[in-house]
């Protein structure tokens, strides 16, 4: 069973409170939430100085034709809710992925003045599944000039051995794109892309970067970023989306080259089961994961113990020691 969930109730919300960790003065303050936080699989850009930060999130099927959802900040502290990618979801979308409720899981990068949004088509427990495109030149449904244009599908999973959710986007040293994704089934994967498409490069077979060896191989939703000439490849592991229940955790290896291997702080291979533990469970602060990094903030959903496991969205600074991530949930007075 893929641990993802599928489908977002949208209810009532309740503020998260954090704390920035001790010790790095270039680390952010961690803003102290509040307003609709009600998130799952947040794509998070900062914003700089006057401009607003964004989270596009997993859709709900019973809001906006279950597209992805969008929430903007002025300060990183209360987000507002300000609607869907789109009013309908893609025509194509529908008649490949049978049974598609909601689109999942968002990736957003710039390049060139474009933003580009990957996002997941699937259903629950299915590795039949589609990683799809669309461009913008901005993320603010408010300017003139917004309108998300459909590029189509980037990769599929049918009948593959890997399971095509969970986008991530990082750039190489030379500026080459590369898409890491997956969940369960085979593990979590790297395939090359080519700008400006933003598209598949080639015929090139996606290479595993990370798998756990276990029957029910549980991790997924890989996030790469570079980092002092080395890469970093943030991962969710364990069961989310069960509430009280979830065991998500995210951990972190490191490599030199974008394509791995990845190997923890102890030197384990994430390629057997290998991972430093970045941020897990503490408390009522239960199951982090789907986790996403702009500038030296963590984004990320985990489920809160005191409201009977309500999902929402955590935001923590990153402190880099010894060149390594360290991220901590606030102190409980």
């Known amino acids: 069973m893929r641990s993802r969930i ?44 006057d401009e607003p930060s964004w989270i596009y999130s997993t859709g709900n099927g019973q809001v906006g034709d279950g597209n992805i959802q969008i929430r903007r900040s002025d ?31 968002p990736e957003l990068y710039e390049h060139d003045g474009t933003w580009y949004l990957y996002y997941a088509a699937s259903t629950f427990g299915s590795g039949s599944s589609v990683i799809a495109l669309a461009t ?27 399971n095509a959710i969970d986008p991530n986007i990082v750039e190489d040293a030379d500026g080459e794109p590369w898409l890491s994704f997956g969940s369960f089934s085979s593990g979590l994967q ?33 996030t790469i970023v570079a980092h002092d000439d080395a890469y970093y490849l943030f991962a969710s592991r364990g069961f989310c989306c069960r509430g009280v229940d979830s065991t998500y955790e995210i951990i972190v290896g490191r490599a030199d080259k974008v394509t791995g291997p990845y190997l923890d ?13 970045v941020l897990t469970s503490e408390g009522d ?15 990320f959903h985990w489920y809160d113990g005191a409201q ?3 999902f929402r969205l955590g935001l923590l600074p990153v402190e880099w020691q010894d060149g390594w991530p360290a991220v901590a949930w606030p102190a409980v007075p």
């Open 6 to 49: 599928r489908r977002i109730l949208i209810g009532a919300v309740v503020a998260f409170a954090a704390a920035a960790p001790a010790a790095c003065a270039q680390a952010p303050a961690a803003p102290e939430l509040s307003g609709d936080v009600f998130v799952h699989d947040p794509a998070y850009i900062r914003g700089d100085s």
């Open 75 to 105: 300060d990183d502290a209360e987000w507002e809710y300000v609607g869907e990618v789109w009013s309908e979801k893609p025509k194509w979308l529908t008649e490949q992925v049978e049974g598609l409720d909601n689109l999942w899981a």
């Open 136 to 162: 913008n030149t901005t993320l603010d449904p408010e300017d003139p000039a917004y309108e998300w244009i459909d590029q189509g599908e980037v990769i599929s999973s049918a009948g593959k051995p890997y």
């Open 190 to 222: 790297i395939v090359p892309l080519e700008w400006p498409s933003g598209l598949l490069s080639g015929s090139a077979d996606p290479v595993t970067i990370a798998d756990r060896g276990l029957l029910e191989n549980a991790i997924e939703a890989p």
């Open 265 to 277: 702080q102890a030197g384990s291979p994430l390629l057997e089961d290998g991972g430093t533990v």
């Open 285 to 299: 602060n239960i199951g982090p994961g789907g986790q996403s990094l702009s500038g030296d903030m963590l984004a």
């Open 308 to 310: 009977d496991g309500m």
